[in-house]
């Protein structure tokens, strides 16, 4: 697959949303009445509209919709207020960003280091050389570093050839590579910049970040992920006013007004990443709860130093506090376990970030929940970076398996969420983040109820009567106008529409990780079993709801479908999910299977 990446250069780096206090303000009104109405809507349908002849119908909806409400609530208080974070000027000298009297004074060092597994050694090559274009105001040293979790030959000579470090990862417990531990382990700075392999900072990158840790008790700042070459569209007036005229112009600018600017044919693989950068991450700036995503950021080494050892305690600890129940003095046996844990983890070499899929996300949670040190993070508003999107429909299914699967595998195996370190506000913006993957379960139940309806006429409520539509629109608008309020200028249909496309990967990744399996695996063959056919299964639930549909309509039409009501609801119900499952219809534009990564591709 080659990458023509010049033809992007004279796009412009998009300028951070600009932030409105009235549009906030309107946000939390709305998102406060939002909330008030579901827990209405709730608390009636599991009291009272439950429909007693099909419990086995009725419960799973009911659980669906208050699971999705949770979710709804958390995203909600992940959007509520927006706190900017003022920049810093540039140290100069080390003495600036530490906090002992006695701190050396000489120039920053810093470590970059480009991560590779099996892209393209000519996409490596640029990476590598715009790090190596960094300028900074004072004298500063930067040493740079190639991993290459692929072990390939040619990215060697490439590091050779740029004089660039070359790291390779080790092995441990079976568990496949630990790229945090490794790189952290083989540099020396007093920061550490992350970079994939299609990281191309912009030479002021260091010049615009450094300067918050001025603050000692910041940790790491992340800067948004900004993929150049996604494919921008055309403004809905532009599509509207050349097949109607100014008619068409208008019904743009009416719609625009409601929902903010609409482009067709943007982004066809759902993976503009502004949505998360520039609205979810810079909410949760204000909690210092702004997670790492690897790619782009910029870590204090002595921060994952720390984190090392607090995750091998905890790791170990619980073993030790076992052989520790015997000794009755409360002041002994805290000793015991403590040096007894520090001794018996670092005999063991345990790795602090062994969940490998999302090991920069784990490595926030333990760093947030240093209970000694309080480390901040920060999420720097401006793009300083260029990335490339998925370039394929296999690639963006194994970046969404990957990053469902390491979520999911954090939620269920290791869980920090609650360790007494972490403040509620992070508890909650945390929690959001591990139920949202989860969302494949209550989606799957929000595809199938109105089929099971439009086919079989049983409802999953008592009755498609008045107090129902009275308990179920209000919240349903205002839910949607407070979402649009709090994402102005960031649309969330795409989001939407890959959790209902990419469904099969969601639940794909769910039982694996229910049956303990690792990625990557050791496999006989290069190709592993199929994850999911993406495009056969939207063909499906499509032709099933509108044939429910129609066949819904039809019994009406002789007079054998009772409830008119309840064939508006589940058709309005179907259509949506069918709008949502053509929303990507580019995954399955080649009519071909989505397969299974194979072990390198989930190792990329």
């Known amino acids: 697959m ?45 009291t009272a509209s439950l429909n007693q002849h099909a419990l086995w119908f009725s419960v799973p909806v009911v659980v669906a919709e208050s699971c999705a409400y949770l979710a709804w609530a958390l995203f909600a208080y992940n ?38 597994c099996d892209e393209e050694a000519a996409l490596v090559r640029q ?35 740029l004089e660039v470090a070359y790291l390779v990862p080790e092995e441990q417990d079976g568990l496949g590579t630990h790229n945090l531990r490794r790189i952290v382990e083989e540099t020396r700075g007093d920061f550490i910049v992350f970079c994939d392999a299609d990281t191309r900072m912009f030479p002021s990158f260091l010049e615009h970040t450094l300067g918050y840790f001025r603050d000692p008790a910041v940790a790491w700042v992340q800067t948004p992920q900004w993929y150049d070459d996604v494919p921008q569209g055309i403004p ?60 782009g950021a910029v870590y204090r080494s002595d921060a994952l130093a720390e984190a090392v050892d607090l995750v091998r305690v905890r790791r170990v600890g619980k073993a030790v506090g076992r052989f520790a129940k015997g000794i009755r003095d409360q002041e002994c046996r805290a000793d ?36 000694g040190r309080r480390w901040r993070s920060v999420l720097h508003p401006r793009a300083e970076s260029r990335m490339s999107s998925p370039q394929t429909p296999r690639e963006a299914v194994v970046r969404r398996f990957r990053r469902t699967l390491g979520l999911m595998e954090i939620a269920l195996r290791d869980n920090p969420v609650f360790s007494r370190g972490l403040s509620l506000p992070q508890r909650l913006l945390y929690v959001q983040t591990l139920w949202s993957s989860f969302g494949c379960l209550w989606h799957s139940v929000f595809l199938l109820a109105p089929i099971v309806f439009l086919y079989t006429g049983i ?21 949607e106008l407070a979402m649009m309020t709090g994402t102005w200028g ?63 309509v039809a019994r009406f039409a002789f007079g054998s479908h009772p409830d008119p009501s309840g064939l ?37």
């Open 336 to 371: 015991f376990v403590e040096s007894v844990t520090r001794q018996a983890a670092a005999d063991a070499g345990v790795a602090p970030y062994h969940l490998r899929e999302s090991e920069h996300f784990y490595a926030s949670m333990v760093l947030h929940g240093c209970r």
């Open 2 to 46: 080659g990458h023509d990446l010049d033809r992007f250069d004279d796009r412009g780096v998009p300028e951070p949303l600009p932030l409105s206090p009235w549009r906030e303000s309107l946000y939390q009104y709305l998102a406060t009445l939002a909330l008030v109405l579901g827990a209405w809507y709730l608390g009636w349908r599991w």
């Open 490 to 552: 960031v649309s969330c249909f795409r989001h939407r529409a890959a959790s209902l496309a990419l469904l099969p990967v969601d639940l794909h990744a769910l039982w694996a990780v229910m049956r303990g399996r690792r990625f990557p695996m050791v496999a006989q063959s290069k190709r592993a079993r199929d994850l999911s056919r993406l495009a056969e299964f939207r063909i499906a639930a499509t032709a099933l709801t509108l044939g429910g549909m129609f066949f819904a």
């Open 236 to 295: 809905l007036g532009d599509v509207l006013g050349h097949r109607f005229g100014p008619t068409g112009r208008a019904v743009a600018k009416v719609c625009e007004a409601v929902a903010g600017p609409v482009w067709i044919g943007r982004d066809p693989y759902g993976s503009d990443p502004a949505l998360f950068f520039d609205v979810i991450q810079r909410r949760r700036d204000r909690a210092d709860a702004a997670c790492s995503c690897g790619a």
């Open 568 to 604: 508006l609801v589940n058709g309005l119900w179907g259509l949506y999910n069918v709008v949502l499952l053509s929303g990507t219809v580019s995954l399955s534009a080649r009519n071909v299977s989505v397969e299974s990564p194979s072990a390198q591709e989930v190792q990329a």
């Open 127 to 161: 990476s590598l050389e715009c790090a190596k274009r960094l300028v900074y105001p004072y004298r500063i040293e930067i040493r740079l570093h190639l991993y290459d979790a692929g072990h390939r030959p040619a990215m060697k000579q490439l590091a050779d050839s």
């Open 459 to 479: 409802a999953p409520v008592a009755a498609y009567s008045p107090q129902f539509f009275i308990h179920l629109l209000p919240f349903l608008l205002t839910a």
């Open 79 to 116: 959007l509520w207020r927006t706190a900017a974070r003022p920049s810093r000027s540039a140290p100069h000298w080390i003495s600036e960003c530490v906090s002992e009297l006695a701190a050396p004074h000489r120039p920053l060092a810093v470590d970059v280091c480009v991560v590779t």
